[in-house]
């Protein structure tokens, strides 16, 4: 089996390769109509001219996608292969979250071997930069919280809150060790680095894995934005209190309804567990520390989860705000697309959420490449694409109903035909975050609905 392809594609180059995409398309057609091609991109879906690296890149990309099927395959023939390159070669992003990243390329001999997939010495070298905070975080709690000692702290956990979730997630959705890898290792992110970044033991996992990409943002999903306005901020609220109030307790529910009882057993021995250490932690400080009072533990263990949770909320709003409701199971126009943003530099390419949906075990190096080689069917399915602004902006523009800004950072993926204008978009968008009613998301998730449409789909 031919070895998926190192990192070729990148967020950055990605709108000139849409670029060159279209230009190539118009180029054909103008032939086929016996046009001569004046070489003058009057209508590209960025600013970017192609530069002549194009053609070289857009192959690349396409063998991205035959090497991907490659491991889809299989992957197919047993899911618990550990399909890796057969050659340690790895090309990274120019920008890597963490600073030491660079420092420690010598230790990626040693690393290789452990890892299922090469391209992921990144992970173990921001999970060595992001232990650091755990030290601080236990010596505020268990040694002395001063004001001056949190706010760096704080400062710090902010600054790489969104590196480890989103490495958090790749991690769950990939394992990054092989099996035979020491079991410290696997332990690492999961277990010991998650409570210090707003994480409670597992619960991402269970919530995010066993849970969002099974439902898809359907009725049955805890974090399904159907039935909200999305450009409401006070439907947000609901949308976000109800989850960081409740969502442990319905995950649990949820999964003994399907019968998954040893899932719903984990999951709430899991979250009890995690409050049960802050709470433990916390008590050491006051006991054996120089600690007085439960604040350490409330501001260094208990605040991260509130304000994790919130962006995790904010993000996933985002992410499917823009909801063709014909087609709301249709994972092209279910979740946002957002490139060539600082996002993505520090997020491991989370800003490709459509092509995360269409594939979850997908690498995160591999988006960028999927949406270049794939242009031409995100633009036929009405994908929508931001360029320029991640989830978080996108929240952010929902919820101040700044929709011209929205429309300028649209990216027209339709090759064939030229940009909308402006209140063309702006309409389109709003159609989008359109809440659905209950009728109407009762009749389009009924069995009969569904069964015509895979009738259809045969």
């Known amino acids: 089996m031919a070895p998926p392809a190192a990192v070729m594609i990148t ?48 192959s690349l990309a396409e063998e991205q996608a035959r090497a991907e099927a490659q491991e889809d395959a299989a992957l197919l023939a047993d899911p618990n292969a550990e399909v890796a390159p057969d050659t340690p070669a790895a090309k990274h992003p120019e920008s890597l979250p963490v600073p030491i990243g660079p420092q420690l390329a010598w230790l990626d001999p040693f690393l290789i071997p452990l890892l299922v997939d090469p391209r992921d010495t990144v992970f173990v070298k921001t999970s060595m ?113 109800r989850f960081l109030l409740f ?13 998954w009882y040893s899932s719903a057993f984990r999951l709430a021995c899991m979250e009890t567990g995690s409050w049960v250490h802050y709470a433990t932690l916390t008590y050491l400080g006051m006991t054996y520390g120089y600690n007085t009072s439960v604040l350490p533990g409330l501001m260094t263990l208990v605040l991260p989860v509130v304000l994790m949770r919130f962006g995790m909320m904010s993000g996933n709003w985002a992410q499917h705000s823009f909801v063709d409701a014909t087609r709301a199971d249709c994972d092209y126009v279910q979740s946002l697309t957002c490139i060539d943003n600082h ?25 960028p490449a999927n949406l270049v080689t794939h242009a031409r069917e995100y633009g036929k399915q009405g994908t929508i694409v931001f360029r320029g602004i991640d ?68």
């Open 129 to 241: 930069w992001l232990s650091f905070g755990v030290l601080s975080a236990l010596y505020l709690v268990l040694v002395q919280f001063t004001w001056v000692h949190f706010a760096l702290h704080a400062a710090w956990v902010a600054k790489y809150a969104t590196t480890f979730v989103l490495m958090l997630h790749c991690v769950c959705h990939r394992p990054l060790y092989r099996r035979t890898a020491p079991a410290p290792l696997h332990l690492w992110v999961p277990y010991f680095l998650a409570p210090f970044y707003g994480h409670t033991w597992e619960t991402f996992y269970w919530h995010h894995i066993k849970h969002h990409h099974i439902e898809d943002n359907g009725p049955n999903d805890l974090s399904c934005t159907l039935h909200y306005q999305r450009d409401n901020f006070f439907h947000f609220l609901h949308y976000f209190f």
């Open 11 to 58: 967020d950055t180059e990605v709108p000139e390769l849409l670029a060159a995409l279209r230009r190539r398309t118009r180029t054909a057609s103008n032939l086929g109509k016996g046009q001569v091609d004046s070489g003058v991109d009057s209508e590209v879906v960025v600013d970017l001219k192609p530069s002549s690296s194009a053609p070289a890149a857009l």
């Open 343 to 367: 996002y993505n530099a520090i997020a491991f390419n989370d800003g490709y959420h459509t092509s995360h949906h269409l594939h979850p075990r997908r690498h995160w190096a591999d988006h």
């Open 391 to 458: 989830f978080h902006e996108t929240w952010w523009l929902l919820m101040t109903k700044n929709y011209d800004r929205l429309a300028k950072c649209y990216v027209h993926m339709d090759l064939d035909t030229p940009r909308p204008a402006q209140h063309e978009i702006v309409a389109l968008l709003k159609d989008r975050t359109r809440r659905m009613s209950d009728q109407e998301i009762a009749k389009y998730y009924s069995p009969e609905a569904r069964a015509t449409r895979l009738a259809k789909a045969s």
């Open 247 to 259: 969502a442990p307790i319905e995950l649990t529910q949820y999964f003994a309804r399907k019968g």
